[in-house]
């Protein structure tokens, strides 16, 4: 294949299905010709079990050195001491801003949904200060969260979603909260909108939209929105739902976005329930190859790996969670095939 530049970039195979998935990722970029050269790091359970922290230094020294990589998913057990990894690494990085594309590829429930949402990835209910008050004899009585949101984190990120409306000649930015009842915490980021917003002014456009009516909406008329910007909690779980929309986990790629890394992921877990069984889906990590092949400037290669996707999807050529019967390597093998057929 034609390769016209390589770079560095960290990889991260991941947990559970991860390594099956990456796999099938691997196969695809060498025949499309990806620039990338790949340091491969380990994170997660995967490190765990080597003996190792669940984020070593040697992956984080990658990354800081590669300022890319590509992320498989890593599990997070719910109990126990045991800190999310994922959530660690955007700490690391900074990485403020979780863009995640939601576009219909393939028919289903809804035709012309093409939403961008943008989270805020640092702060809110994810700061993790949580802890317990005791009454009586019960320790765990009470359990209390804190949530953090900042004018400066917040400004950050909106900005962020509007520069990414601008560049991608979109004219509308929704911010969506919860400022009617979560006064302070939702408040600011909702000002901080307001604030951004002004700048951009005959640009692009600002609709506020409160989070409960704004999920309602997403489901009787998502073509109706464009850019979604929104605070941490939120985000994590309208772009669950956006990618429902269109077609489910499987299929639904994240970006990490910081000033000195990047981190590409899909946006499902480790999916323990299908692990080692070869049925996974890839097309997830593949569509977050193609944001970091967009994010480097090769948009030629992103499109030519997105047709190809989507041209093997569309002849029905699909793994199970999509209802066809290919394993992961055949599904890896119909979209290789797919890149070489002159479109
Ligand atoms: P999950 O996304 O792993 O799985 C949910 C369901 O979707 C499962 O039935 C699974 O089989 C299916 N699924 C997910 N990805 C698929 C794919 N590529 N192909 C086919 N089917 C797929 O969510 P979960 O079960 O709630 O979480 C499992 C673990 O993953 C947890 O430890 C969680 O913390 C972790 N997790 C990690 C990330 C990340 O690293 N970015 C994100 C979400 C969850």
Redesign the pocket.
């Known amino acids: 294949a034609n390769r016209s530049r390589t770079m560095e970039a960290t990889l991260i195979p991941?947990?559970?299905?991860?390594p099956e998935?990456t796999e099938a990722v691997l196969q695809v970029l060498e025949a499309l010709g990806a620039p990338f050269v790949w340091d491969v790091q380990q994170a997660?359970?995967t490190a765990v079990e080597a003996g190792l922290d669940p984020l070593p230094d040697a992956t984080l020294e990658s990354i800081r050195r590669t300022g890319l990589a590509l992320?498989?998913?890593?599990?997070?057990?719910?109990s126990g001491g045991y800190r999310?990894?994922?959530v660690r690494m955007r700490e690391a990085f900074d990485l403020y801003a979780n863009v995640r594309p939601g576009k219909t590829i393939i028919p289903g429930r809804y035709d012309n949904v093409d939403i961008i949402l943008v989270r805020e990835n640092l702060e809110g209910l994810y700061v993790g200060r949580e802890h317990y008050i005791g009454v009586g004899a019960d320790p765990h009585a009470v359990g209390v969260g804190i949530g953090i949101n900042t004018k400066e984190e917040a400004h950050r990120v909106i900005r962020y979603a509007f520069d990414l409306a601008v560049r991608l000649g979109r004219k509308r930015v929704t911010v969506v909260h919860k400022a009617n009842i979560l006064k302070i915490l939702s408040g600011v980021f909702l000002e901080a909108a307001q604030e951004v917003a002004r700048d951009y002014h005959g640009r692009v456009t600002l609709d506020e939209s409160i989070v409960d009516a704004c999920a309602m909406q997403l489901v009787m008329a998502p073509e109706r929105f464009d850019v979604i910007v929104t605070t941490n909690l939120f985000g994590d779980i309208l772009s669950d739902l956006i990618a429902g929309l269109v077609g489910?986990?499987?299929l639904a790629p994240?970006a990490n976005i910081g000033d000195k890394a990047a981190i590409f992921?899909?946006?499902?877990?480790?999916?323990?329930?299908?692990?080692g069984k070869g049925?996974?889906?890839?097309?997830?990590?593949l569509m977050a190859v193609g944001m970091m092949l967009d994010h480097v400037g090769e948009t030629a290669k992103a499109n030519h790996l997105r047709a190809a996707i989507l041209a093997t999807l569309q002849a029905g050529e699909k793994?199970?969670?999509?209802g066809g019967s290919l394993r992961?390597p055949e599904f890896a093998q119909a979209i290789i095939r797919s890149l070489q057929k002159p479109r």
């Open positions: 991941g947990d559970g299905i991860g998935i997660g359970t992320k498989g998913p890593l599990t997070t057990p719910s999310s990894v994922t489910g986990l499987g994240g992921e899909a946006v499902h877990g480790s999916a323990p329930d299908i692990a049925v996974a889906n890839p097309t997830a990590l793994t199970r969670d999509l992961t």
